[in-house]
């Protein structure tokens, strides 16, 4: 419950960061972490385009240095990006001015005022610092497709028991979440659109 859906005492811990934005009607904000990733980003970009959705890619710099072609096709295929640092770096494992530097060195390849913070750390300065160039989007619903312990029938039931009005959902277009997103990624798009959400984009 504590990971799938952050309590508010989590979510007082960094002060103007988003985790949820409720509209007039029934929304979710789909998110993919940790790409860009051959194989596997190109395969929920074609999830997406099967079922008309769009969604927010928060890139890894060094991953987009890597496979510049399939970040390419995340913004060909109109999807929004955003920056997760240049090396997945954890905030509170380094000094702000050294974090601050890797967020800048991604900055250089992803163009975005969007960021999201790597395991969901951060260090106060970190926070206020990055506010000033980006807003900070965190999560309403973590579906854990990255745990080896997970099935993508219990990444579907996440989806299915915690998302509301406003989620933002958090998917992973990695390696380790491969196994549980195909199974689970066009179930829960299906679910969501049974449910009569619609999937929106960060303005
Ligand atoms: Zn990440």
Redesign the pocket.
């Known amino acids: 419950m504590f990971i799938e859906q952050p309590p508010w005492f989590y979510r007082a811990l960094f002060p103007g960061t988003i985790w949820r934005i409720p509209g007039k009607e029934k929304c979710v904000y789909l998110t993919f ?2 790409g860009p990733i051959p194989g596997i980003t190109p395969w929920v970009l074609d999830v997406l385009e099967k079922y008309n959705v769009k969604a927010t890619f ?1 890139c890894v710099g060094d991953n987009v240095r890597k496979y510049p072609e399939v970040f390419r096709m995340i913004l060909e295929r109109g999807h929004r990006i955003g920056n ?1 640092t240049y090396n ?1 770096i954890q905030g509170i494992q380094y000094w702000t001015k050294n974090y601050m530097a890797n967020v800048e060195k991604a900055a250089e390849v992803i163009q975005s005022d969007l960021f999201r913070p ?2 969901g750390h951060m260090r106060r300065p970190q926070v206020f610092r990055l506010r000033k160039k980006y807003r900070i989007i965190m999560w309403d619903v973590v579906t854990r497709d990255y745990s080896p312990h997970m099935t993508s029938k219990g990444v579907f039931n996440v989806v299915k028991n915690y998302t509301r009005n406003g989620s933002i959902i958090v998917f ?1 277009d990695s390696v380790k979440a491969e196994r549980n997103i195909r199974g689970a990624l066009p179930k829960a798009i299906e679910w969501l659109q049974e449910q009569g959400y619609t999937f929106k984009l960060f303005d």
Do not use: V
């Open positions: 972490d940790d928060f997760h997945h790597p395991h992973h």
